[in-house]
């Protein structure tokens, strides 16, 4: 099991396959919404992500059913992510601590400058960060 999701596993409280998951439908999501240059690299640096998005980049994309449908017109973007984690059997303060341990590893090996300039081109995400 790589670093990123042994430490999101542990500090959510959640099993190794389930923060996997989520980790791959977050980075999926930063991937499609986010600065495109900064999500590239962010996601480059920490060892194993690229594989989590790949194959976990068709979990979270647009569907959601009725009320991922309506997120969407309304603009999806964070609210549409919360949603589809919850529908994982995540909870809020679950998928707030995973935001922040994820974005912690990606600062670890990322820096700085690149986290934030990802979570910046992200409406809403910085509330959850």
Same mark, same amino acid.
């Given at each position: 099991? @790589? &670093?990123?999701?042994?430490?999101v =596993?542990? =500090?959510?409280?959640?099993? +190794?396959?389930?923060? *996997?998951?989520?980790?791959?439908?977050?980075?999926? $999501?930063?991937?499609? &919404?986010?600065?495109?240059?900064? %999500?590239?690299?962010?996601?480059? #640096?920490? +060892?194993? #992500?690229?594989?989590?998005?790949?194959? $976990? @980049?068709?979990? /979270?994309?647009? /569907?959601?059913g009725?009320?991922?449908?309506?997120?969407?017109? $309304?603009g999806?973007?964070?609210?549409?992510?919360?949603?589809?984690?919850?529908s994982?059997?995540? /909870?809020?303060? *679950?998928?707030?601590?995973?935001?922040?341990?994820?974005?912690?590893?990606?600062?670890?090996? #990322?820096g700085? *400058?690149? %986290?934030?300039?990802?979570i /910046? =081109?992200? +409406?809403?995400? =910085?509330? $959850?960060?």
């Open positions: 099991m @790589n &670093e990123l999701v042994s430490r =596993s542990e =500090s959510v409280g959640i099993s +190794p396959d389930l923060a *996997e998951k989520a980790i791959g439908m977050m980075l999926g $999501f930063l991937q499609r &919404e986010a600065d495109d240059g900064a %999500v590239a690299q962010m996601i480059e #640096a920490i +060892p194993g #992500a690229t594989e989590l998005v790949a194959r $976990f @980049n068709g979990e /979270g994309s647009g /569907g959601g009725l009320l991922g449908g309506l997120m969407a017109s $309304f999806g973007g964070v609210m549409a992510l919360g949603q589809q984690l919850m994982q059997g995540l /909870g809020m303060g *679950e998928i707030t601590s995973l935001a922040k341990e994820t974005m912690a590893v990606a600062r670890e090996h #990322a700085d *400058e690149i %986290v934030d300039k990802v /910046g =081109s992200v +409406p809403g995400l =910085s509330q $959850f960060v």
